[in-house]
C-alpha cells in the first residue's frame, strides 16, 4: 500500500548491524517496552476501536451536521494537524463544502484571525470542538475564552449543547471547564501523545464532522498496523526509518519532503511535527522541512540543487488520481507547448519528479520516494499509521524517547515569565 523506494543501494542501509538493531527495536516496541513506552497507545490503537465508539464519533458529528453550518475546531500541533491534514488532503480545492464547513482556530495568537472568524460566522449556525489532550495549552485556551463567551452571548443556554470539549479523562483545567458547563466530552487517551492522535477522537470527530468516512480512514490504519507489524527488510516503515538514520550518519541531517500535490501541504506540516517532536531532542535529529513542486521549484529549488550537502530529499508520490486534465492541441501553437498534447497533468507531475529527482541526485542529495496508490480516506489512514510507525523506529535508532516533547517547555517558561503568569 506504501512502497519506499531509495536512490542508494539497500545493502548499505541495512547492515547486519543495523538489522540487529531494527530487529531489537521491533521487539520492544511490540513488547511495548524502552523509553516512552507508556505512550505506545497508538500502535494497536485501530485494531482495538470498537464499533460502539465509531458509531459514537458518527452520530455526534451528524448532531453537529444538523445543528450547525460551522464547526470551529480549536486545538494546536497534534490537536489540530492530524484532522487539518486529512480534511485538506480529501476536500476539493474550491467550493470545499457549501453547507458545512470545518475551520480551525487556537493554533496561532492572531487577535485579527479569531476577529475576523466570529465575524464570518455571524450569519452562520455554529459549533465548537475544543481539542487539548493536556487541557491546559495557552494558544487554544486563550481562542476558547473568546469563542464560548461568542457562543454563550449568542445562544445563551443553549450554547452548552453546541460545544464538544476532547480532552484528557481525569485533569487539567479544560476537564474542569467542561464538567462544570455540561459540555459533552471525548477522551485523549493517556497513553497516546497529541502527535500520535490523530485516530483518537482528537482527529475523527472534526474529520467525520467534515463528511469523510471515518471507519474507511480506519480501516486504511488497520490494514497498515496489520501490514507493517512483522519484522523485514521489506516493511516500508522499516525501510524509510533505516534509510534516514543511513543518511544521517552520512552528514545528512535534513529531510525535505517533497510532493507534487498541494493538497498535502497539511500532511506535510503534520509529518514536520510527527518526525521534529520526536526526534529533535539532546542535539540530535533530523530536521523536517517541506515543499510542494513546482511551485517551490521557482523558489527553493535553487537551494536543494547547490546549497550546502545536508540535505536529502524524501518525495511523498501520489500514483492515481480521479481528477485530471489532458494537455489539447492548439491550433496555432504560439505558445509553443504542442509537444506536450496528449499528456495528462498528472503524467507531467510524475515526469516532473522523475526529472527533479535526477537532477538533484546529480546535485548530490539523496532520494527517497514514498509512493501511495491514491488519496483517499483509506490511503490516508495507511499513510498517516506508516508515518508513525517509521518515525517510532527512526527515533529509537538515535537512542531517542520517540514521545517525549521536553524542548517545548523552555520558550513557553520565558514567555510566562515575561507575562507574569503567578508561579512563573
Ligand atoms: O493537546 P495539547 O495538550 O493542547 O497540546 C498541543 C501540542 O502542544 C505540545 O504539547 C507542544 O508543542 C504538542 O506536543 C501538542 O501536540
Redesign the pocket.
Known sequence: MVSVTYSGQMEDVLTETKKEKLESIHRGLYAKEGAGSEFLGWLDWPSGLSQEFLDQIKQTAEQIRSQADVLIVI?????YLGAKAVIEALQPHFEKNPEFEVIFAGHQVSGAYLKQLMAYVDDKEVALNV???????TE?ALAFRFLQQYMQERYGADAASRIYVTTDENKGALLTLAKEQGYKRFVVPDDV???YSVFTAVGLLPIAAAGFDVERLISGAKAAEEELKTFGEDNPAIRYAAIRHSLYEQGYTNEVLATFEPKLNFVQEWWK?LFG?SEGKEGKGIFPVSVVYTTDLHSLGQYIQDGKRNLFESFLVVEETDEDLEVFEADNNLDQLNYLSGLSLHDFNLTAYKGVSEAHLNGGVPQVGIHVNQMDEYHVGYLLYFYMLSCAYSAYLLEINPFN?PG?EDYKTAIFRLLNKPGY
Do not use: Y
Not at 131 to 137: A, R, V
Open positions: 486545538g494546536i500541533g497534534g490537536s481539542i487539548s489532550k493536556s487541557g491546559t495549552t487554544p501523545g497529541g502527535r511535527q517532536e516533547q517545548v
